[in-house]
């Protein structure tokens, strides 16, 4: 049995804001928050996180961890475009070794950002799952807690290493989730994916849904990213993207939408009806020149909202606090209205509510949850004035400020530097892995 008292200056338990406090920790879970000296230090390690300002490790509801390595190989392209001469050009030379070593370049630089949970949207199933092991594995060598969300994907146009048969998809997915089944520290979860409309048939969405029932865990799936998505869906299936999903009888709760820029008024209304979820991805958005998801509005229905990231067509971001942020911007400039969204809801957004929609007992520094934290130093000019740390951490924050990470109650980042895989490491591999590709 492993106990830690933590003490530090400042804290933010979701969004309600301490002063000097004592966070008791036991085998990786949260047992007392309390002021400063309440708390009995007997039988545990004492760790001092003077000058320092402690909030929840944030969420990345959505990523793709491999296109870590495809930065700079498309960007400022249309997405199709970037698709063809970037994704499915460099993504089929990646075996489970080049997984592996994006997936360490991605989660790594992650955590120095901050991030404790990363939902990894993983598309590349050649040879059952062994890519999606290298993955977990480079999750597990870092110490980031992670969902592995394995795709079902059958679209003919895609490259062969993504594609499987529904049966191929069901019966790996549900080896993969065995073999996580049980984790009481819930560092590894494994939940389905059916890629899209256009990236899985109607069978293989119904056979990922189905299998996210049997496990008892959430669903992922594209929807309404890009407007051409809502006219391809009406061409189709003569329906709006998650009316179509709707009719396929797998819209509830277990559903997590991503994207969703393109939902109209029905569709948001629908989506909350039915109890989903949206998984919503800003900085990306802006990169791709997407459009703007209606976070407002589905946030007053009731519908939970968590951020992402997402991959290597938007540069790959890393740090949800600059998702925060622009959740923050893009919904106020969209609505022409400085009061849209508090900076404290979008704090939400990338903690709890990422939690949450994750199904996850993380994002909030309170008893019964995972101690995944983050210290912020109070000493960075970028929380400065110390007037409200909420704000600060969204509008204003440096990376500077972000010195140590804790996931599950373990030390992954000490004064900025990552301990559990040398950097030095990861950039040799990542060098020797893409060196040769632009001569290519």
């Known amino acids: 049995m492993t106990r830690t008292?933590?003490?530090?200056?400042?804290?933010?338990?979701?969004?309600?804001?301490?002063?000097?406090?004592?966070?008791?920790?036991?085998?990786?879970?949260?047992?007392?928050?309390?002021?400063?000296?309440?708390?009995?230090?007997?039988?545990?390690?004492?760790?001092?996180?003077?000058?320092?300002?402690?909030?929840?490790?944030?969420?990345?509801?959505?990523?793709?961890?491999?296109?870590?390595?495809?930065?700079?190989?498309?960007?400022?392209?249309?997405?199709?475009?970037?698709?063809?001469?970037?994704?499915?050009r460099y993504s089929p030379r990646l075996d489970a070794g080049g997984l592996h070593v994006g997936a360490l370049l991605a989660f790594g630089e992650m955590l120095l950002h901050g991030v404790t949970t990363a939902c990894d949207f993983f598309y590349i199933n050649d040879g059952a799952n062994e890519n999606a092991a290298a993955v977990i594995g480079a999750a597990q060598r870092l110490g980031i807690r992670v969902v592995m969300a394995r795709c079902f994907y059958d679209w003919e146009g895609a490259p062969s290493s993504y594609r499987e048969t529904v049966a191929q998809a069901v019966q790996n997915f549900q080896a993969l989730a065995k073999a996580h089944r049980g984790d009481p520290r819930r560092m590894v979860s494994v939940h389905p994916a059916p890629h899209s409309l256009h990236g899985a048939s109607r069978d293989m969405i119904v056979a990922g849904a189905s299998c996210a029932r049997e496990a008892g865990v959430p669903f992922h799936i594209h929807l309404a990213e890009e407007k051409y998505q809502v006219d391809d869906s009406l061409a189709r299936n003569g329906k709006r993207p998650l009316w179509a999903v709707d009719d396929m009888g797998v819209l509830d709760e277990r559903l997590v939408a991503v994207h969703g820029c393109w939902f109209d008024e029905s569709e948001r209304a629908l989506l909350a009806d039915r109890g989903g979820k949206l998984a919503y991805?800003?900085?990306?958005?802006?990169?791709?020149?997407?459009?703007?998801?209606?976070?407002?509005?589905?946030?007053?229905?009731?519908?939970?909202?968590?951020?992402?990231?997402?991959?290597?067509?938007?540069?790959?971001?890393?740090?949800?606090?600059?998702?925060?942020?622009?959740?923050?911007?893009?919904?106020?400039?969209?609505?022409?209205?400085?009061?849209?969204?508090?900076?404290?809801?979008?704090?939400?957004?990338?903690?709890?509510?990422g939690g949450s929609v994750l199904g996850l007992p993380v994002g909030r520094i309170e008893p019964g949850y995972r101690a995944d934290f983050v210290a912020l130093d109070l000493g960075d000019p970028s929380l400065w004035p110390e007037q409200s740390l909420a704000k600060n951490v969204v509008y204003s924050l440096s990376s500077r400020a972000v010195r140590d990470v804790m996931v599950d109650g373990k030390m992954v980042v000490r004064d900025g530097e990552l301990l559990t895989v040398p950097m030095r490491e990861i950039r040799e591999r990542v060098k020797a892995l893409t060196s040769d590709w632009r001569r290519s």
């Not at 003490?7 to 047992?31: A, F, H, K, Q, Y």
């Not at 990523?63 to 475009?81: A, I, K, M, T, V």
């Not at 951020?307 to 998702?323: A, I, K, P, Q």
Request: glycine letters at 10%; aromatic letters at 6%.
């Open 281 to 353: 991805n800003p900085n990306s958005n802006m990169f791709l020149g997407d459009g703007v998801t209606d976070v407002v509005d589905l946030r007053a229905r009731g519908v939970p909202v968590a951020l992402g990231t997402d991959g290597g067509c938007s540069n790959s971001r890393v740090s949800v606090f600059d998702e925060m942020r622009a959740c923050a911007l893009l919904q106020k400039v969209h609505r022409l209205d400085g009061q849209a969204i508090s900076a404290e809801e979008c704090f939400r957004l990338g903690t709890v509510l």
């Open 5 to 88: 008292l933590l003490n530090c200056d400042r804290v933010l338990t979701g969004t309600t804001e301490r002063g000097p406090t004592s966070i008791l920790v036991e085998n990786g879970e949260i047992l007392a928050v309390e002021d400063a000296g309440a708390l009995d230090p007997k039988s545990a390690v004492l760790l001092d996180w003077s000058d320092r300002a402690v909030v929840p490790g944030t969420v990345n509801a959505h990523n793709h961890s491999f296109q870590s390595l495809l930065r700079g190989f498309g960007d400022d392209l249309p997405f199709l475009e970037w698709r063809d001469k970037a994704l499915y």
